[in-house]
């Protein structure tokens, strides 16, 4: 049986490479409580790199909806965690980078170019944007070279980082020359459109590819290459948020919300729900009136 959590983390100092503090790896198929209650990287930039699934976490005020292909980055000290404080089903690397001293550099780049790199970094107009292909290599060349010990696994691990973080600052470059910014193409937005406004309809992805225009097969392919989710996934996520709200705003009964949302059974929906959110709908509910109850 396939485990519904996967970690894998290395600190920096253990495998030869003092500059970062942490790389991580991890693959979820159930929410699950992973450490994301608000927190803080003391003076260290966290890069996180989603391969699949969805998330939704938040830094500060704003709340971000990310899916595969997408980088997502917090600055130095600031506060972000999980909606929920869970980590949804996903998979996902992540980096994190303490910020040299101004009067040193980091091994192998020189003063000048260290400088560079954490100026840009912190020149950032978007934390979240679309990575390319060449990223999404770097990720999982050092995801694969630290399950490798050698006597030049540092040498390796150190060049491949600098290839990482050089090709992150191009990827943001060219995210801020794209025109759209969703990244989302019009024949799929609008089959996203669609589903949100009719998540009681179990429509099936043939009748969903047609609405958006395309062939079955482009469609799904181009549908989980933008939004990191199949139609049904999809839909499925959003009926759970549209729960969440019910839940928490309204005193709807929990069989009455998930019939309304297109669930065969109560059952169906609490098992469904327990598996993304973490939590029973009755323990959400009751989660969310303890908060009013303290606000």
């Known amino acids: 049986m396939k485990r519904q959590v996967q970690r894998q983390t290395y600190d920096g100092s253990d495998v030869g490479l003092p500059e970062i503090e ?31 699934g969805s998330v939704q976490w938040w830094v500060g005020h704003e709340i971000y909806q990310l899916g595969r292909g997408d980088i997502y980055i917090t600055h130095p000290n600031e506060p972000h965690g999980g909606i929920d404080e869970v980590m949804h089903p996903c998979a996902l690397y992540w980096l994190i980078l303490p910020v040299t ?14 400088s560079e790199l954490f100026g ?13 292909s060449d990223l999404t290599y770097y990720f999982k060349q050092m995801h694969s070279e630290l399950q490798k010990p050698s006597t030049f696994q ?3 691990l150190r060049a491949t980082l600098h290839h990482l973080l050089i090709q992150l600052l191009r990827d943001h470059d060219v995210s801020q020359t794209s025109h759209d910014t969703s990244h989302r193409t019009p ?3 609008k089959a996203m459109q669609w589903i949100a406004n009719h998540l009681d309809d179990d429509a099936t992805v043939e009748e969903i590819a047609m609405i958006a225009g395309l062939g079955v097969s482009r469609f799904h392919e181009r549908f989980v290459a933008e939004v990191g989710l199949t139609p049904a996934d999809y839909r499925t996520h959003l009926r759970i948020r549209r729960g969440q709200h019910l839940l928490g705003h309204t005193n709807q009964t929990i069989t009455r919300i998930s019939f309304d949302l297109g669930f065969s059974t109560s059952q169906y929906f609490a098992t469904v729900f327990k598996k993304i959110v973490g939590m029973t709908p ?3 509910r009751q989660s969310r009136s303890t908060d009013h109850l303290k606000t």
């Not at 693959?27 to 994301?36: E, F, I, K, N, V």
């Open 282 to 284: 009755g323990a959400y």
């Open 154 to 156: 540092p040498v390796y």
């Open 22 to 52: 942490t790389f991580g790896w991890t693959s979820t198929s159930r929410a699950t409580d992973l450490g994301l209650k608000p927190h803080r990287h003391t003076n260290a930039y966290e890069i996180c790199l989603i391969t699949g």
């Open 187 to 189: 024949s799929i937005r």
């Open 101 to 114: 001293p101004t009067n040193r550099s980091l091994p192998g780049l020189t003063h000048k170019q260290t």
């Open 120 to 132: 840009q970094l912190e020149g950032m107009s978007r934390r979240t944007f679309k990575c390319s």
